[in-house]
Each structure stands twice: as C-alpha cells, then as structure tokens.
C-alpha cells in the first residue's frame, strides 16, 4: 500500500512538472497552443476595437476603486477618461460567460491555469491572437467589474447589497476583512493593470501589420512572439481568477502572483521596446517615402534640400531663396546620397556625397 502511494504521488508530481509553465521553453510553449490554432477563420465576427475600449475603460475604473478602497478612500473615480465604443456595437456575451466558466473555481496551481489556459484557447481557436487575449481580459472585465461596481453601490442600494452578499463581496470589502488582505487585494490590482498594458501593446502591435516587413524589418520577429506573448497574458488572467476566488472563499490556501508578475512585466518591457522601434522604422520608412515623391518632380528640388537639411539640422542655410553650403562635411553628415539633377528630374545615389547642382546651380551657392 505505501509502495502504491508513493507511486501515486511521483506520477502526480511529475504531471504537474510536465504542466508547469515555468518550466517549459517557449517552444514548449508554441507546440501546446499552436495545436490550439485554426487559420478558418470560423469564429463569429464582433468589433473587437469597441470590445478593447470597453474593457480598458470598465479595468481602469475598477482598479481605480480598488486603489481608493486599499487606502481607506471611498467613492468612484470621476477623472478618469471614457472611450465610446460603436453605437452598433454587440457584445460577444456568449462567449465571454463560457470563458469565465473555464476560468472559475480552480484550485490553485501553475499546473492547474496552464490547463485552463489550453481549454480557453480550444473555445478560441477560430479567433485572431489579439481576440483570443481581448475576449480573455473581457471576459474578466465583466466579473471583476461587476465586483467592485457593488462594492459602491451595497451600502445604499438594497438590490446591489442582496446581490453583492451572493458575490461574496463583503468578503473582500469589510474593513477587517481589507486589512487581512490587503497585500493580496493590491498585488493582484497590480498584476491586473500590466496584464490590461500587455494586452493593449498587442492589439497595438497587431494594428502594425498593415506595413510591409520589408520596411519594418522589426516587425517580424515581434509577431512571431505574439502567441506566447497572449498566452501568458491568458494564463495571468487565470491565475487573477484563482487568487479572487481563494480571497472570496478565505481559503488558507492562495494562487502564488509573483512569478506571474515577473514574467508579464519582463513582456511588457520587450512589448514596448518593439513598439518603439517598429514606429522609429515607420517613421524612417514614410520619410524616405516623402523624399522619393519630392525627387521625382524637378520643380520640388529645393523642397527635397529644406526636407532632408534645413528641416533637421537647426543650420542658418536657408536664406533668400539659395541654400548656402558652408561646411562640406556637415552637409555629409545630414544627406548621406549623390545627388543628380537631370532635366527629368534628381536622382539619389547612396554612399557618395556632392555639394551642388548639375547641369543648372541656380538657386545654389556653394
């Protein structure tokens, strides 16, 4: 019999490894929810901007409360700015109570959300990556929401006290119940704020793919991250669950935060960083976009000089209709091109410099 327990324990400790996402490699990772992934396109259309707006605005507001109620302040932030959403907007409702079904409940576990996680991405599968994380966050929304909504509302609304008491809002709201788990309550709200930030640079990064990757060159190695990076905005979003549930019930038991924590800030500064440079490429690539549309048209000429020079470099060249090149090298240093004047047009020819005009200078003194 005690052979039969060991064995027993040892199988689940090393199923529980073997689902530990802490554990697993990125490529681990994909192979689990790339299986999870269908290119039909079979999912139900829905405005997903509106979605974000609404979600961003409902988990803004609510983690507002949650701040005001963790320092002892009451009432409902009234700063805080509203985005309006679609007036043909329709709530995908359907799908966002089948998500909060697979996520309520749980007990406590990497192991346990790795799972959830999975089922949540098999009801997905027909959807986008940046819908699967903002179905996810709104399905979360509504719940946490609605929560903290009653938590305003219990102590002069009759209906909202009945129905806040079936929540197991007061659980959370009592003052000894604040000072028992404060720490906790305010370690979640914080993990909820950067798993919104996360979510929003993906759907933000995902608005990038319109550009070719010729010209944002670092914009492919960014999407091909994206499943793993909504895969773990999923996963935290569970673990939220799980800890909310433990915190209502007052279960001795808790849903371990910090290493969630860890790992979705470490992605969020990779999140922004590409962000950063993907708009830098853009930026640079509509520029020179500019500049080709100026060179093509001769009488643009002087255009493409107060563009190129006179627009960066700060320099007093510009003066009675003539550009003064006074320093060779600095003129090499701001337009690092051949520059050719034809009678159809100029030409740019990289990796040589010239300071002037052939066959006409009019307008140029060197």
């Not at 000089?305 to 470099?313: E, Y």
């Not at 159809?344 to 990796?351: F, I, K, N, R």
Request: charged letters at 25%; a negative charge.
């Amino acid at each position: 019999m005690a052979t039969l327990k060991h064995s027993l324990k040892s199988f689940l400790l090393r199923e529980e490894n073997e689902n530990n996402p802490f554990a697993m490699s990125d490529a681990e990772i994909l192979e689990h929810i790339c299986a999870t992934h269908v290119h039909d396109h079979s999912a139900p259309m829905f405005d997903l901007d509106s979605l974000f707006a609404i979600v961003e605005d409902i988990l803004k507001c609510s983690t507002h409360i949650v701040d005001n109620v963790s320092h002892g302040i009451h009432g409902s932030p009234e700063h805080i700015s509203h985005k309006i959403p679609q007036a043909s907007f329709f709530s995908p409702l359907c799908t966002l109570k089948q998500i909060s079904h697979e996520m309520s409940c749980k007990t406590p576990g990497e192991d346990i959300a790795h799972k959830t996680t999975l089922a949540i991405l098999n009801k997905l599968s027909g959807y986008s990556w940046d819908a699967k994380a903002v179905l996810t966050l709104a399905s979360f929304a509504l719940e946490y929401g609605d929560f903290w909504l009653l938590s305003q509302l219990q102590p002069t609304d009759p209906l909202a006290k009945s129905v806040a008491i079936l929540k197991r809002v007061p659980a959370l709201t009592r003052p000894a119940a604040l000072q028992k788990h404060c720490q906790d309550i305010v370690e979640l709200n914080n993990l909820i704020k950067a798993s919104l930030q996360v979510i929003e640079a993906i759907f933000e990064l995902e608005k990038l793919t319109s550009y070719d990757v010729k010209e944002v060159p670092a914009l492919a190695p960014a999407m091909e991250q994206i499943p793993i990076d909504v895969y773990w905005a999923i996963i935290t979003i569970v673990a939220c669950v799980t800890q909310i549930d433990c915190l209502t019930n007052d279960l001795e038991e808790r849903q371990e935060l910090s290493h969630f924590g860890q790992k979705i800030n470490i992605i969020l500064s990779k999140l922004r960083r590409q962000i950063s440079l993907c708009m830098q490429q853009i930026e640079e690539a509509e520029y020179y976009k500019r500049l080709r549309k100026i060179v093509r048209t001769p009488t643009e000429i002087i255009e493409f000089f107060k563009a190129t020079i006179l627009g960066s470099c700060g320099f007093p060249w510009w003066r009675n209709g003539t550009v003064r090149c006074k320093k060779d090298e600095f003129l090499r240093s701001k337009m690092p091109w051949r520059v050719q004047v034809h009678q159809g047009g100029m030409a740019l020819q990289e990796d040589a410099y010239v300071c002037g005009y052939e066959p006409s200078r009019e307008g140029v003194e060197t």
